[in-house]
């Protein structure tokens, strides 16, 4: 999805002349972190979006190793792990998107069976939001269950 990921950012930047650089940080969590902290140290980067919930739950060990204060470069990103969802309480992340991951593929399906059988779909399903600092309790508490 990365590529695609990219067309839309592009699609939205480039037209506004805005600069961006598209790091591939790969799937190993030990690289990801590597390959994040040499990019800040190297390019001090104004903003983060950080495409994947791999990338955006090692923000915080970035932030750390790279001696980055929370708070200091804005950062929005996916946001399905508890990493992420502490990253945001800790002010690392400004927000991130909450995905409902249990639902996220069951409710479209749903809904394309009873289209398929005729029936009318009269709502929409939320699918993706974004949480901050002021939101993150419920999502927190998801992982603190068990």
């Known amino acids: 999805y990365q590529q695609l990921e990219t067309e ?16 591939d940080c790969g799937t190993d ?4 972190i590597a390959k994040m902290t040499d990019y800040m140290v190297a390019n ?10 791999s990338v955006a739950a090692s923000v915080k060990r970035v932030f750390d ?6 708070g200091k470069i804005p950062v929005v990103g996916w946001g399905n792990s508890k ?16 995905q409902f991951p249990s ?13 398929a059988s005729g ?4 709502y929409d399903i939320h699918t993706f939001s974004l949480y901050d600092a002021s939101s993150v309790e419920p999502i ?3 992982y603190n269950t068990k």
């Open 8 to 23: 839309g950012i592009a699609s939205v930047f480039d037209p506004l002349g805005i600069k961006y650089d598209v790091v």
């Open 29 to 32: 969590p030990a690289g990801i």
């Open 44 to 53: 001090n980067p104004p903003a983060i979006i950080a495409l994947g919930d």
């Open 65 to 70: 190793g790279a001696g980055v204060p929370a």
């Open 83 to 98: 990493e992420t969802a502490e990253a945001v309480k800790a002010g690392f992340v400004n927000a991130a998107a909450w």
């Open 103 to 115: 639902a996220q593929g069951f409710m479209p399906v749903a809904l394309l069976g009873l289209a």
């Open 119 to 122: 029936e009318p779909i009269g």
């Open 140 to 142: 927190l508490k998801l």
